[in-house]
């Protein structure tokens, strides 16, 4: 059973750093994409990040040029450096992960931005 559980949420403020981890495990396959996507109350849950196992990225607009993601394929881990933090930053951010069997999602860590 394939398992995603993300860690390094909090409660930070403006203008400061979080690094949220994702660390996968029980697939029989690579993942062959792995990304990060979050949710604000009171909204849909969209896209933040995403990278393919070859390594390219692709970014929502607004983190550009302030978060990266990245991943270690040997220990199956996702990370997303997340700086310059903004009180719209505020969400839920989850990980998913899809391999020839299809697509997980972790549990969700929190993020929390202060003015």
């Known amino acids: 059973q394939v398992q995603l559980v993300e ?8 203008g400061g750093s979080l690094r949220l981890s994702c660390a996968a495990s029980g697939s029989k396959f690579s993942f ?27 970014y929502a607009d607004s983190v550009k040029g302030r978060f990266t993601i990245s991943r270690d394929n040997a220990k199956n881990t996702l990370y997303l450096q997340m700086n310059s933090l903004k009180p719209e930053d505020t969400a839920v951010y989850y990980c998913n992960a899809r391999d020839l069997n299809g697509g997980y999602w972790g549990q969700g860590t929190q993020v929390t931005v202060s003015s």
């Open 32 to 58: 062959n994409f792995m990304g990060w996507y979050r949710q604000a109350p009171g909204k849909e849950r969209g896209l933040v990040a995403v990278i393919f196992r070859a390594g390219s990225t692709t």
């Open 7 to 14: 860690s390094g949420g909090g409660l930070v403020q403006a």
